[in-house]
């Protein structure tokens, strides 16, 4: 095989990587710590959240849902829409509330006052 086929091979399985990359990692146009899925986890490692506080995005009249999983005891408290929860430590909550309300709001571990999340609702 020569040079310049090898050297074809490999660009092409170097444009291969970078496109499932961006198809598993999503588009690369939103913010790093943006989900809308109805699956969005948040993971809290020692009272903070893994790679930062995460950026929820919902659209009013869908279900806002989401998963906490912490490695810390507390209560999760997801304002403006008014929900406590109580997570164990190594456990794990599920919130899933009607998006009635538009705006941004915060979602925190209560006891120890640390911001895990923003939920955005956008009107529909």
Do not use: C, W
Request: proline content about 2%.
């Amino acid at each position: 095989m020569s040079s310049r086929a090898r050297i074809g091979i490999v660009v092409a399985a170097v444009v291969v990587l970078v496109v499932v990359f961006i198809v598993v990692n999503g588009s690369g146009g939103n913010d790093d710590n943006k989900s809308s899925s109805a699956n969005a986890v948040v993971t809290v490692v020692d009272a903070k959240p893994q790679g930062g506080v995460q950026k929820l995005k919902f659209t009013k009249g869908d279900t806002i849902e989401f998963t906490v999983k912490s490695d810390t005891a507390d209560e999760i408290h997801f304002h403006g829409y008014d929900v406590h929860k109580d997570v164990a430590k190594g456990g794990q909550v599920t919130f899933s509330v009607p998006a009635t309300i538009e705006g941004k709001f915060i979602v925190e571990l209560e006891d120890h006052k640390t911001q895990i999340a923003e939920v955005e609702v956008d009107p529909s």
